[in-house]
């Protein structure tokens, strides 16, 4: 999703980058602790290793991820501890997901249950790579190439939650409103392909329920905007809101019941399922 957005995604709204996460300062430090206890300025640290000091500065600070070539150049140089090899792994998680998304995004590994009305994008969790990129590629400011790589791996990365061999498996239920998926977000290969992903996953996973809102509904529970609610294995509920460069958790229960009630009313008033599907082999049938 592009606000994650969403999350969705995920990745950051718009072009924003994403911000440090106490995983990459954590590393960064470790690096820092490391390079300094070997006698190391930056500038040699880098050389040794085939990087430039802004490079190593970055990762240090947390403002960038260590790729594989760095933690493996990194380990020799810094004593063969194994402590980057070790953690570099779970970098990976928050790598190209806006700050403010991250909270959500811990809560959403973990949900039961996951609720998403969109009408801006397709969701994150049910965008194909070549989407992602074209969403990502839309909104200014344009990220470099290394940031938007980080922003579509992180995309695609969350949409293992969508597994239905985790235990227990998450419920899923998504609306999306007809005009995002006709719009043709990255031209019509993009949305050929996007079509054909969104088909497949209905039918082979159970547990994900997509519903779509048609062109013309002469009442709609959802003119607020996007509602994306998650219900936690303690079943307690939480909802986020997100506009541009920002996003907000919910946890008032006054709140979260507003949201509940637009939901249920959204899924009323969208297509069912099963005509959902029909809709999305039709629209594919005629590209």
């Not at 209905?202 to 609610?229: F, K, S």
């Not at 079943?235 to 541009?244: A, D, K």
């Amino acid at each position: 999703m592009a606000y994650e957005s969403t999350d969705g995604g995920t990745a950051a709204a718009g072009g924003a980058e994403p911000g440090a996460s106490d995983s990459l300062r954590t590393f960064g430090a470790v690096v820092q602790a490391l390079r300094e206890h070997a006698g190391l300025s930056r500038e040699e640290f880098g050389a040794r290793i085939g990087y430039s000091k802004h490079m190593v500065a970055s990762v240090e600070q947390g403002r960038r991820m260590a790729d594989h070539d760095f933690v493996e150049g990194a380990e020799p140089v810094l004593g063969n501890t194994g402590a980057l090899r070790k953690a570099a792994p779970y970098l990976s998680r928050q790598a190209g997901l806006a700050s403010w998304f991250r909270q959500w995004a811990r809560l959403e590994a973990t949900a039961i249950s996951l609720y998403t009305y969109e009408c801006r994008v397709v969701p994150g969790l049910l965008q194909t790579e070549a989407y992602a990129r074209a969403v990502s590629l839309d909104v200014p400011p344009l990220p470099d190439p290394e940031e938007l790589e980080q922003r579509i791996a992180a995309r695609l990365a969350r949409q293992e939650l969508l597994a239905v061999t985790r235990k227990p498996p998450t419920a899923f239920s998504f609306i999306v409103e007809q005009a995002v998926l006709e719009r043709g977000t990255g031209g019509e290969g993009v949305t050929r392909e996007l079509l054909d992903h969104l088909v497949g996953l209905v039918e082979r996973n159970w547990n994900v329920e997509l519903q779509v809102m048609p062109l013309r509904r002469p009442t709609h529970a959802g003119l607020d905007g996007p509602i994306m609610l998650a219900e936690t294995p303690e079943n307690r509920w939480f909802g986020y809101s997100e506009g541009q460069q920002n996003g907000r958790l919910i946890a008032h229960p006054k709140e979260i019941s507003l949201l509940q009630q637009r939901y249920a009313k959204l899924r009323s008033q969208a297509l069912t399922p099963e005509d959902s599907l029909g809709l999305l082999k039709r629209l594919r049938g005629a590209l």
